[in-house]
């Protein structure tokens, strides 16, 4: 389907690099709103061992009051992200912290857990927006080789908000006069906030085109994902893992899937462009996006539960014991941040951090109710640590891999892939806890010789139980959770080797690619070691990468899909991983503008 979006008059192309500063300002509103959708979740998350248990709900509901989420972020995600290549960013952030704020308000006046459910698919389009949207917005003002400077800005805001997002829910749920609901309506006001002051402080090009909104891979990836999910978390309970229903949903999940691979390539405008998978480095670097968001989302969702339910802490105690995790995530993540912007060299963090990820996933497989805390604190923090090192790392990995009017898609795939895995991850771990917890809970009350309907998978109130039947419970749970840690460590383990066979190109600064731009030497990342050893020519920022390109100032005219063409003296061209000066204002071709392929300069008529 095609649909004509306005965006406005074309905006001036000469744009002179933004500073410090500028770019500060113009990430306040975003980094807001970042804050806005991760604190829905951490909120949340702390919240909803008392929430399933006020709302007479089960581990499934549990499990799909996150999964819901995710996968109406997954799949918004790749949409928000096509978009933002083609209309204005600004316009696009607005409308997805307005979407939130109406799925916040329809959750907190929810009464059963179908509404509650509803109303977080409502928040996950909203929240996908946001998430999607910064990174792309970060790609199109900040050169690449400054960018590990703000995406540790992110790391920040990320862990201010898994730090605040406990406590606040804890503190809500503890406190009488509020309630849980209140968990829900807490971010309105920081939504409501983000959008006044992204109304002041961000200013991006817009550009007038067409849409073509890939609604059929959409309506395809969501029924194949949701398909599976639901087989998942009904079968073995509702009935047998080989049964005809488990043929039917898992045979059908797979049809669905080879039809969205056969319209993704057909698409004009697919939502997983799938030429992005040519290169390598892509592919590897969205293989370890999909196994670290299983283990992100999948198994730390469920340490709520550990704390409240396998120790007996209080909601706002629980928060407060995720603490390590938190603090090892913002450290990484800061540091690693400077370090890259200094150095260039990525690789080594994403290594470390996956080699962390895949360790802390093992160990805290040996958790019981009865560990000793430090030694959970420990792991946690290697946990945080590895994460902090790898989520943006990957994202910055990519976008160094593509030219400039692939930066939203790309940035986009590997936030789908991320989310996709957490939606995977929560539904089938939530399974897969529900399962070990009724078997545990059966062998326990069976040698008390006693049944109290929680082998049914009910969540229980401990405070409400008998002092035997309380430490059959905490035993179970605690079992349980460190199961599914155990569980998750292998797709961490996957992410690592992916990780390793990534090509690392070292990112450039903005000297770097003016110098270039001088030479003329735009070969493609892919073909950077042959042209040279460390150069590595990177996709720069529609805004920051245009500039006046003849004599007389005149700006250099636009073809629609984003390439200049030459215009008179020193005219220049934005084409593959960045732009091209063509010394005498001599054109390269009839058009004013050239393609390269695998490091060869090749002509439209493509020949070498």
């Given at each position: 389907?095609?649909?004509?979006?306005?965006?406005?008059p074309?905006?001036?192309?000469?744009?002179?690099?933004?500073t410090?500063?500028?770019?500060?300002?113009?990430?306040?509103?975003?980094?807001?709103?970042?804050f806005?959708?991760?604190?829905?979740?951490?909120?949340?998350?702390?919240?909803?061992?008392?929430?399933?248990?006020?709302?007479?709900?089960?581990?499934?509901?549990?499990?799909?009051v996150i999964?819901?989420?995710?996968?109406?972020?997954?799949?918004?995600?790749?949409i928000?992200?096509?978009?933002?290549?083609?209309?204005?960013?600004?316009?696009?952030?607005q409308?997805?912290?307005?979407i939130?704020?109406?799925?916040?308000?329809?959750?907190?006046?929810?009464?059963?857990?179908?509404?509650?459910?509803?109303?977080?698919?409502?928040?996950?389009?909203?929240?996908?927006?946001?998430?999607?949207?910064?990174q792309?917005i970060?790609?199109?003002?900040?050169?690449?080789?400054?960018r590990?400077?703000?995406?540790?800005?992110?790391g920040?805001?990320?862990?201010?908000?898994?730090?605040?997002?406990?406590?606040?829910?804890?503190?809500?749920?503890?406190?009488?006069?509020?309630?849980?609901?209140?968990?829900?309506?807490?971010?309105?006001?920081?939504?409501?906030?983000?959008?006044?002051?992204?109304?002041?402080?961000?200013?991006?090009?817009?550009?007038?085109?067409?849409?073509?909104?890939?609604?059929?891979?959409?309506?395809l990836?969501?029924?194949a994902?949701?398909?599976?999910?639901?087989?998942?978390?009904?079968?073995?309970?509702?009935?047998?893992?080989?049964?005809?229903?488990?043929?039917?949903?898992?045979?059908?999940?797979?049809?669905?899937?080879?039809?969205f691979?056969?319209?993704?390539s057909?698409?004009?405008?697919?939502?997983?462009?799938l030429?992005?998978?040519?290169?390598?480095?892509?592919?590897?670097?969205?293989?370890?996006?999909?196994?670290?968001?299983?283990?992100?989302?999948?198994?730390?969702?469920?340490?709520?539960?550990?704390?409240q339910?396998?120790?007996?802490?209080?909601?706002?105690?629980?928060?407060?014991?995720?603490?390590?995790?938190?603090?090892?995530?913002?450290?990484?993540?800061?540091?690693?941040?400077?370090?890259?912007?200094?150095?260039?060299?990525?690789?080594?963090?994403?290594?470390?951090?996956?080699?962390?990820?895949?360790?802390?996933?093992?160990?805290m497989?040996?958790?019981?109710?009865?560990?000793?805390?430090w030694v959970?604190?420990?792991?946690?923090?290697?946990?945080?640590t590895g994460?902090?090192?790898?989520?943006?790392?990957?994202?910055?990995?990519?976008?160094?891999?593509?030219?400039?009017?692939?930066?939203?898609?790309?940035?986009s795939?590997?936030?789908?892939?991320?989310?996709?895995?957490?939606?995977?991850?929560?539904?089938?771990?939530?399974?897969?806890?529900?399962?070990?917890?009724?078997?545990?809970?059966?062998?326990?009350?069976?040698?008390?010789?006693?049944r109290?309907?929680?082998?049914?998978?009910?969540?229980?109130?401990?405070?409400?139980?008998?002092?035997?039947?309380?430490?059959?419970?905490?035993?179970?749970?605690?079992?349980?959770?460190?199961?599914?840690?155990?569980?998750?460590?292998?797709?961490?383990?996957l992410?690592?080797?992916?990780?390793?066979?990534?090509?690392?190109?070292?990112?450039?600064?903005?000297?770097?690619?003016?110098?270039a731009?001088?030479?003329g030497?735009?070969?493609?990342?892919?073909?950077?070691?042959?042209?040279?050893?460390?150069?590595a020519?990177?996709?720069?920022?529609?805004?920051?990468?245009?500039?006046?390109?003849?004599?007389?100032?005149?700006?250099?005219?636009?073809?629609?899909?984003?390439?200049?063409?030459?215009?008179?003296?020193g005219?220049?061209?934005a084409?593959?991983?960045?732009?091209?000066?063509?010394?005498?204002?001599?054109?390269?071709?009839?058009?004013?503008?050239?393609?390269?392929?695998?490091?060869?300069?090749?002509?439209?008529?493509?020949?070498?």
């Amino acid at each position: 389907m095609t649909t004509a979006v306005p965006a406005g008059p074309p905006a001036a192309q000469a744009a002179a690099p933004m500073t410090h500063r500028e770019i500060l300002e113009a990430l306040s509103g975003l980094l807001l709103g970042l804050f806005v959708a991760m604190l829905s979740s951490t909120v949340v998350a702390n919240a909803l061992p008392t929430i399933i248990a006020d709302l007479h709900a089960d581990e499934t509901t549990y499990t799909w009051v996150i999964t819901s989420t995710l996968l109406a972020t997954t799949v918004s995600t790749p949409i928000w992200g096509k978009l933002a290549d083609l209309v204005s960013k600004k316009m696009l952030v607005q409308i997805g912290l307005v979407i939130f704020v109406i799925g916040s308000a329809l959750a907190g006046l929810a009464q059963t857990p179908g509404l509650l459910i509803a109303a977080r698919v409502v928040q996950g389009l909203g929240a996908g927006g946001l998430t999607a949207l910064v990174q792309v917005i970060m790609a199109a003002i900040i050169a690449p080789r400054e960018r590990g400077r703000y995406s540790g800005y992110i790391g920040a805001v990320f862990a201010l908000a898994t730090i605040a997002g406990p406590l606040i829910g804890g503190v809500i749920v503890d406190t009488s006069w509020l309630g849980w609901r209140w968990c829900f309506y807490v971010g309105v006001p920081f939504a409501l906030l983000a959008f006044v002051v992204l109304q002041k402080t961000l200013h991006l090009p817009l550009r007038r085109r067409e849409v073509r909104i890939d609604w059929a891979g959409a309506f395809l990836i969501t029924a194949a994902v949701s398909l599976l999910l639901v087989w998942v978390s009904f079968a073995g309970r509702s009935y047998g893992w080989l049964s005809w229903q488990t043929g039917a949903m898992v045979g059908g999940s797979l049809v669905l899937a080879l039809l969205f691979v056969l319209v993704e390539s057909r698409a004009a405008e697919p939502i997983v462009p799938l030429r992005l998978f040519r290169r390598a480095a892509i592919s590897l670097a969205v293989l370890a996006s999909l196994f670290v968001g299983i283990g992100m989302f999948g198994a730390t969702t469920f340490l709520s539960q550990y704390f409240q339910l396998a120790r007996g802490e209080s909601p706002t105690m629980a928060g407060i014991m995720t603490l390590p995790m938190i603090l090892g995530l913002a450290l990484s993540s800061t540091i690693a941040g400077q370090i890259i912007t200094r150095t260039g060299r990525w690789k080594v963090f994403l290594v470390t951090g996956a080699t962390l990820l895949t360790a802390g996933f093992g160990l805290m497989g040996t958790l019981r109710y009865d560990t000793n805390y430090w030694v959970i604190a420990v792991y946690m923090f290697a946990i945080g640590t590895g994460l902090g090192m790898s989520m943006q790392n990957l994202v910055l990995s990519v976008q160094n891999q593509v030219p400039t009017d692939q930066l939203g898609a790309a940035s986009s795939v590997v936030a789908f892939f991320r989310t996709l895995g957490g939606a995977i991850g929560v539904a089938a771990l939530g399974a897969l806890l529900g399962h070990r917890v009724t078997d545990y809970l059966a062998q326990g009350l069976g040698r008390l010789g006693v049944r109290t309907g929680l082998e049914d998978g009910a969540l229980p109130r401990l405070a409400d139980l008998p002092a035997p039947v309380r430490a059959v419970v905490q035993d179970a749970y605690g079992h349980g959770v460190g199961d599914i840690f155990l569980y998750a460590a292998p797709c961490l383990l996957l992410a690592l080797v992916a990780v390793l066979f990534i090509k690392e190109i070292p990112l450039r600064t903005a000297e770097q690619v003016r110098a270039a731009e001088e030479r003329g030497d735009g070969e493609g990342p892919d073909a950077a070691p042959v042209a040279a050893p460390v150069a590595a020519p990177v996709a720069v920022a529609d805004g920051a990468a245009t500039r006046a390109a003849d004599g007389a100032g005149r700006a250099a005219p636009r073809h629609a899909d984003g390439h200049a063409t030459g215009s008179g003296g020193g005219g220049r061209h934005a084409e593959g991983g960045g732009r091209h000066a063509h010394p005498g204002g001599r054109p390269p071709g009839r058009d004013g503008h050239h393609a390269h392929g695998g490091g060869r300069h090749v002509r439209h008529d493509g020949r070498p």
